[in-house]
């Protein structure tokens, strides 16, 4: 897993999002945040400044600090408060399917090139903008999964 600039982000892959909302998950990643398939997860807004979305399993969530702000986190249905936007959806084997409203609420859209970076403890970063997609640019190292 590259490491884009010394003391910057680490990033696993290159991940475009298919014709039916679909992003594969690096194995890397998969292995570090313990995906499983059949897992519930958490789709919720990434920082403005990144865009995209942290891809968090439910379990992780359920005892941080953020569950008490968000009752609705555990909704089927996309939601929205303020410029945060989260959905719960269950994890395939080694990909996620993303409706396509909410995939378009996070900015992204089939043919987007998302960047899977360690983001938090909490969930993998799924980024689309920004400097770290900028550098990441310049790395022709970095597989596209």
């Known amino acids: 897993m590259p490491q884009l600039v010394k003391g910057g982000k680490f990033v696993f892959a290159w991940c475009p999002v298919g014709p039916h909302g679909e992003v594969g998950i690096p194995r890397d990643a998969w292995e570090e945040y313990a995906f499983r398939a ?9 920082s403005r400044t990144s865009g995209g979305f942290i891809l968090a399993r439910k379990v992780k969530l359920e005892h941080s600090p953020m569950a008490g702000d968000l009752e609705e986190l555990w909704c089927r249905r996309l939601q929205k408060r303020g410029w945060r936007t989260w959905i719960l959806l269950e994890m395939d084997a080694g ?3 993303i409706p396509l409203e909410a995939l378009f609420a996070f900015g992204a859209a089939p043919g987007t090139r998302l960047l899977a970076v360690r983001g938090s403890h909490l969930g993998l970063g799924m980024i689309r903008k920004g400097s770290i997609v900028l550098e990441a640019a310049n790395h022709p190292d970095i597989p596209v999964i």
């Open 38 to 46: 059949g897992d519930p997860v958490v789709l919720f807004s990434a």
């Open 95 to 97: 990909v996620i399917k």
